[in-house]
């Protein structure tokens, strides 16, 4: 096995930590709309039982007082009693909750702990998962990025170079050096290099040949396989084309088919399915809308059956499940989180579809009646395309109507049921920790956080935020999965090339 070797490059002085324009304006008091949300029913709890007693001390006593927000001893125990947090984590966990389960506090340094201890241990400790070590880096760098946490350079130049060597002469990235390059860890490897955002990260991919390996998997349907001779899915057709976009390499020849597949991935339940006619499922119905976006071709979808399917994912539990009569997974809560944020920005084809639907429910000549659909105007779309515009201007798009599913019952449950107490977040209480649930769990917390917000990039009020107002993480573009301000120094970086 080859081992990447982090942090021991020759040191360099430190940046200083820069802290985000939202991290700046430090902690906001909840106001009373902020508090948690109902309780979810489905988590049993004991009727006899009462809300924890009070703690009897400063519950600020514990920590620094600059870290903490200014929450009373009567502020917290009237959140008990509203929320019912102090029985849902009783019986989650068969112990009193301390004091910040109740707060619903993020436990960021525990989280950036075990983040970045998992990063500086990527070569000895990962070895069973030697196929995929540019998603781990994935799954570390870009979390902590949403935590604000800047990496030290050495360990930054470390990763540059480890997936430098996992870049594959002839184009695209394997899940090591030497592999096999594979869709997935492309995309792992790309989102890691414009989460990092050096120039020597970002002009460390090679485009030419990353086009000609895109080109090697595209097949004759016009789908991408996941590597040359591999198979076909929504998920490789979603990590070829955001990586060919957030790059800027995307055109006619990548794009031809890819929206056609798609939209045969639909199901009747309204959800994306891997493939056509099986199970529609969060994970592909993410990549299904997120590719069809980045191609301008939303319209190919029944947008409004899948808004339906996504919203009833959400379970009373308030996190999501990934499809139908499943258990719900913190992970869901970014990829069926981040399809339906997504939503949000496309109310106008949603109007335009349901009003053809009313038409053709009146009379079957509805088309008629009702003029051409959308997806006939888009097969009229232009040949010289800008395909990097489409998620440029996604993303500078206000959001058309509020969020379609329960934004804080899911920080409830990210925060609650998500979170492990020595950092970490996890599928749900009883499993362990891991940082693809670390990297989604947060993913999902950012989304909605910013979910009721018009602009993307504006300031959460604290009512969208639950707990303290220190929870807030970096905005993300939801597409890529890549937070805020690193999409618009690659998306910058690369529309000079
Ligand atoms: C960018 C990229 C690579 C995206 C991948 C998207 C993604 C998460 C797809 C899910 C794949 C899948 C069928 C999981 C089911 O697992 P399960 O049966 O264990 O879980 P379930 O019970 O929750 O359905
Ligand atoms: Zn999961």
Redesign the pocket.
């Known amino acids: 096995m080859v081992r990447l070797s982090l942090g021991t490059g020759a040191a360099r002085p430190h940046r200083a930590r820069s802290r985000s324009r939202r991290a700046q304006q430090g902690r906001v008091q909840p106001s009373g709309e902020g508090g948690p949300p109902p309780p979810p029913t489905a988590v049993p709890m004991d009727s006899s039982q009462q809300p924890t007693p009070p703690t009897g001390g400063d519950p600020a006593a514990d920590h620094e007082a600059a870290e903490l927000p200014p929450l009373t001893v009567t502020q917290i125990e009237q959140m008990k009693v509203e929320s019912k947090v102090g029985d849902i984590y009783r019986v989650l966990f068969g112990a009193a909750p301390d004091t910040r389960s109740v707060m619903l506090e993020l436990w960021r340094d525990e989280h950036i702990e075990y983040l970045t201890k998992g990063l500086r241990h990527l070569g000895p400790n990962f070895h069973v998962l030697d196929a995929n070590r540019p998603w781990l880096c994935y799954w570390m760098v870009h979390p902590l990025a949403l935590l604000d946490e800047v990496l030290d350079d050495d360990l930054e130049d470390d990763i540059v170079d480890f997936l430098a060597r996992c870049q594959d002469k002839d184009g695209g990235y394997g899940g090591g050096p030497g592999q096999l390059p594979h869709l ?1 860890t492309t ?1 792992a490897a790309v989102n890691t290099l414009v989460t990092i955002g050096s120039e020597r990260a970002l002009s460390s991919i090679n485009r030419d040949n990353l086009r000609k390996f895109l080109l090697r998997v595209k097949d004759s349907s016009g789908a991408f396989r996941m590597h040359e001779c591999g198979e076909i899915d929504a ?1 490789s057709c ?2 070829a084309v955001s990586v060919a976009s957030l790059v800027n390499i995307l055109d006619d020849e990548l794009a031809k088919g890819v929206g056609d597949y798609i939209a045969r991935c639909q199901t009747y339940e309204g959800g994306i399915a ?1 493939e056509p006619y099986a199970e529609a ?1 969060g ?2 119905t ?2 299904g809308l997120a590719a069809l976006i980045l191609l301008n071709e939303a319209d190919k979808l029944d947008l409004p059956s899948l808004i339906e399917w996504v919203a009833f994912r959400q379970g009373v539990e308030c996190g999501f ?3 139908t009569n ?2 719900v ?1 913190g ?2 809560s970014f ?1 069926q989180g981040a399809a339906i944020a997504l939503t949000q920005k496309l109310m106008t084809v949603v109007d335009e579809q349901l009003k053809l639907k009313s038409c053709s429910s009146k009379q079957p000549s509805g088309k008629d009646a009702c003029g051409p659909s959308s997806s006939e105007q888009s097969s009229e779309k232009s040949s010289t395309v800008e395909y990097a515009k489409f998620g440029f201007d996604f993303i500078m798009r206000s959001n058309q109507i509020g969020p379609l599913f329960h934004n804080i019952a899911l920080q409830q449950y990210i925060l609650l049921c998500a979170q492990v107490l020595e950092g970490g977040l996890r599928d749900k209480p009883g499993k362990n920790r891991d940082h693809y649930h670390s990297c989604y769990c947060l993913s999902g917390l950012s989304v909605s956080q910013y979910s009721a917000m018009t602009d993307s990039d504006s300031c959460p009020l604290p009512q969208h935020v639950l707990g303290p107002y220190s929870n807030l993480l970096e905005p993300i573009h939801p597409i890529y999965n890549v937070v805020l301000d690193k999409y618009h120094t690659a998306y910058e970086f690369f529309s000079k090339e």
């Open positions: 997935a995309y998920r979603y990590t891997g499922h994970g592909y993410f990549c499940q990934g499809r499943k258990l997974d992970c869901y990829w």
